[in-house]
Antibody
Framework: EVQLLESGGGLVQPGGSLRLSCIAS????????MSWVRQPPGKGLEWVSG????????YHADSVRGRFTISRDNSKNTLYLQMNSLRVEDTAVYYC????????????WGQGTLVTVSS | DIVLTQSPATLSLSPGERATLSCRAS??????LAWYQQKPGQAPRLLIY???NRATGIPARFSGSGSGTDFTLTISSLEPEDFAVYYC?????????FGQGTRLEIK
């Protein structure tokens, strides 16, 4: 059974940092691209960052480029999102998601971790 | 960025009725369009990928069609569990983008 378990969310002040983690199990983690998708409270979905299976390719939305960094450790089956210079508008539930063979379609999602940026 | 516009914003129907949801892209996405369902408090679920392919375990009452800039998700006969928010998503160009969602509610 595929499982994705996010952690690392919480309350942080504007300008602060957080690192999200997503531990994967039930599939060959190193064979699939992964993504972070966020959802502000009561709003729609926004793709934040994606990373290739090997980790050699990374992609970030304009809204987070230069502040967020996606990475992965295939030896630990873990996906990361380092978030710096956080803004109030970064407040959201952050989901990690596994790509299908068709790159960037996401067939499995974690339960989400809430990041709240507030003073 | 490719903008996806979903219509209607809200669709009110009764169980057993047919639902037709639309997604229009600001430029061609070929067939690289997916549909997701999201229920309150849950993560999204992949329904349709590459415009017309049902994901694993998705009932046959869900179907997708379209190419280029105009796409449709059809639910042939609504079940009570189908009332949710539906999002389209393109993967043609980075950044990956979602539509703003269509809320399917019980009439």
């Amino acid at each position: 059974e595929v499982q994705l378990l996010e952690s690392g969310g919480g309350l942080v002040q504007p300008g602060g940092s957080l690192r999200l983690s997503c531990i994967a199990s039930g599939f060959t983690f190193s064979s699939y691209a992964m993504s972070w998708v966020r959802q502000p409270p009561g709003k729609g979905l926004e793709w934040v960052s994606g990373i290739s299976a090997s980790g050699g390719g990374t992609y970030h939305a304009d809204s987070v480029r230069g502040r967020f960094t996606i990475s992965r450790d295939n030896s630990k089956n873990t996906l990361y999102l380092q978030m710096n210079s956080l803004r109030v508008e970064d407040t959201a539930v952050y989901y990690c998601a596994k790509s299908t063979e068709q790159l960037w379609n996401s067939d499995y999602w974690g339960q989400g971790t809430l990041v709240t940026v507030s003073s | 960025d490719i903008v996806l516009t979903q219509s209607p914003a809200t669709l009110s129907l009764s169980p057993g009725e047919r639902a037709t949801l639309s997604c229009r892209a600001s430029q061609s996405v070929g067939s690289y369009l997916a549909w997701y369902q999201q229920k309150p408090g849950q993560a999204p679920r992949l329904l349709i990928y590459d415009a017309s392919n049902r994901a694993t375990g998705i009932p046959a009452r869900f179907s997708g069609s379209g190419s280029g800039t105009d796409f449709t998700l059809t639910i042939s006969s609504l079940e009570p569990e189908d009332f949710a928010v539906y999002y389209c998503q393109q993967r043609t160009n980075w950044p990956i983008t979602f539509g703003q969602g269509t809320r399917l509610e019980i009439k």
